[in-house]
Structure formats: C-alpha cells, structure tokens
C-alpha cells in the first residue's frame, strides 16, 4: 500500500540545534530512496508503507546513536484505495484552482 506522510522527529536533550540530526535523518531518506521533501517543519515522505515506516524507525536509530535520549515524532499520514497520488498531485491539483 502507498503512503504520504508528514514527517517531524525532535531530538531531545541535544541542545537547541537539531539540524545535524535532521541532516542524518534526512540521509537515511535518501538512502531508502523515498521521494521526500524536507519543509520548514518536517518532511513529506511517499512511498510503500512498509519502506516508508521502516525509514521512520532508522531514522529514529541513528539519532539515538547520534546521543539523542529521547526523540519525540510526529506523523500526520494519507493512503488511498481508488487510485494512486503523488505528493506532487495534490500540490498540483490545487494549484489548479488556485489558477481559475
């Protein structure tokens, strides 16, 4: 089964910078081969739901080794059932109508 997701893992107990742990999750992305796009406040994510959510959980492994004690996650997620859609078809789909 397809999958978007909105991604957002929050090291805590690393100081006030958490980019370097976003960079590596980030990688862990990447190496998966997930279409992703990071955004201010997280990433989108697609893909086949048990590759997308066994990217979450490395993700959650390599902060852990990077010294995170905690990390809490949030996941806001879509599938469905009566055809396939991109993260770049619903951007586009409302792009539409914003254009009319």
């Known amino acids: 089964m397809k999958v978007i ?4 893992v929050v090291p805590l107990g ?5 980019s ?3 960079a ?3 990688r862990v992305l990447e190496e998966a081969g997930l279409e992703h796009r990071m955004h201010a406040y997280g990433t989108n994510v697609e893909g086949e739901w048990d590759e997308v959510f066994g990217a979450i ?3 959650h492994q390599v902060v852990h080794e990077m010294g995170a ?7 806001k997620l ?12 619903k ?3 409302v792009r539409r109508r914003l254009e009319s």
């Open 5 to 8: 997701v909105d991604l957002c």
């Open 14 to 18: 690393v100081g006030v910078s958490v």
């Open 20 to 22: 370097p742990h976003v």
């Open 24 to 26: 590596a999750c980030q």
């Open 57 to 59: 959980k490395r993700c």
């Open 69 to 75: 004690p905690r990390i809490t996650t949030t996941l």
């Open 78 to 89: 879509g599938t469905r059932t009566d055809r396939e859609q991109s993260m770049d078809d």
């Open 91 to 93: 951007v586009e789909s």
